[in-house]
């Protein structure tokens, strides 16, 4: 197999909400080669243990990013080097919130999800929780990277909530985001989360190219069904990522859909790339 590299051909973080920074993040080293996107997971309730950033969903989102700057050591698997970076995350966090760790209630601890990957030896590795997905194209064909299954998930959750009243959704939603943190299904305080990774390798040839994207942006493949997988790589490389978050945001202002959603214009983020032979 010949020696590969990664390089990065455009990104995106779309917030959906004009004047916001958003909760999603992304980020790469072409060098080191690697590459994410994240998804801070809303907030839940009014506590903002983490005054100076807009949301603790942004906040934790931020961090992470932020600590995979740093690359994974030579042979050092994704759940070793994820809880390395979970640790440093939570000792960061210990000197920015305003309310003591041990005192935040789970349905306040934030999480995000996240799709990460390191390109070595002509192969990519990939490492994810929750719901932020990758796209791999070879050819005419495209591999599914990540939890598919949660998008369509998330809409039925999404329809059940929105048949209540807000004091009930709130309620839902907070013991679900407690759950999550007992479970540790997303990343979050709890270096312990590095356990339950999902990971995938996939061998690499020249040309191959690469989505990582939030849940926002994959929503064009699943729940919307507007692209397939094929059809949505075939969009990014003629238009770029601008021009799926344009596709995106049109489905999502069209009056008369039938599609629940919590956020009706989620945040978007995403990393496209190419890999090239070495030299």
């Known amino acids: 197999m010949p020696g590969v590299r990664m390089v990065?051909?455009?990104?995106?973080?779309?917030?959906?909400?004009?004047?916001?920074?958003?909760?999603d993040r992304f980020g790469f080293d072409e060098a080191a080669g690697t590459a994410w996107a994240?998804?801070?997971?809303?907030?839940?309730?009014?506590?903002?243990?983490?005054?100076?950033?807009?949301?603790?969903?942004?906040?934790?989102?931020e961090a992470l990013s932020a600590r995979l700057m740093v690359p994974p050591?030579?042979?050092?698997?994704?759940?070793?080097?994820?809880?390395k970076a979970l640790t440093d995350v939570c000792a960061r966090a210990e000197t920015s919130t305003r309310i003591p760790?041990?005192?935040?209630?789970?349905?306040?601890?934030?999480?995000?999800?996240?799709?990460?990957?390191?390109?070595?030896?002509?192969?990519?590795?990939?490492?994810?929780?929750?719901?932020?997905?990758?796209?791999?194209?070879?050819?005419?064909?495209v591999t599914?990277?990540?939890?598919?299954?949660?998008?369509?998930?998330?809409t039925v959750t999404a329809r059940r909530l929105l048949a209540v009243s807000p004091e009930e959704r709130l309620a839902q939603l907070q013991t679900d985001r407690r759950r999550s943190n007992a479970n540790r299904t997303c990343f979050g305080l709890d270096p312990h989360a590095a356990s339950n990774?999902?990971?995938?390798?996939?061998?690499?040839?020249?040309?191959?190219t690469i989505c990582l994207m939030s849940d926002g942006l994959y929503r064009l493949v699943s729940p919307y069904a507007t692209h397939t997988p094929e059809r949505f790589m075939a969009l990014v490389a003629d238009t770029g990522l601008s021009g799926a978050v344009a596709a995106l945001r049109?489905?999502?202002?069209?009056?008369?859909?039938?599609?629940?959603?919590?956020?009706?214009?989620?945040?978007?983020?995403?990393v496209l790339l190419r890999i090239d032979a070495m030299g």
Request: aromatic share 6%; charged share 25%.
């Open 73 to 83: 050591a030579a042979d050092e698997t994704p759940k070793a080097y994820f809880a």
């Open 144 to 154: 599914v990277i990540g939890s598919p299954g949660k998008a369509e998930a998330e």
């Open 250 to 270: 049109a489905f999502e202002d069209a009056p008369g859909r039938d599609m629940p959603r919590l956020k009706a214009r989620d945040d978007a983020c995403g």
């Open 8 to 23: 990065v051909l455009d990104t995106v973080n779309d917030p959906g909400t004009p004047g916001r920074m958003g909760d």
């Open 101 to 141: 760790l041990d005192d935040l209630p789970g349905e306040a601890r934030p999480i995000a999800s996240g799709m990460w990957m390191h390109v070595a030896s002509g192969r990519a590795m990939f490492a994810w929780l929750g719901d932020c997905m990758a796209l791999l194209r070879r050819g005419g064909s």
């Open 38 to 61: 994240l998804d801070g997971a809303t907030d839940v309730t009014d506590l903002r243990p983490f005054p100076n950033a807009e949301s603790g969903a942004a906040w934790i989102a």
């Open 197 to 208: 990774l999902e990971t995938q390798a996939v061998s690499l040839e020249p040309g191959d």
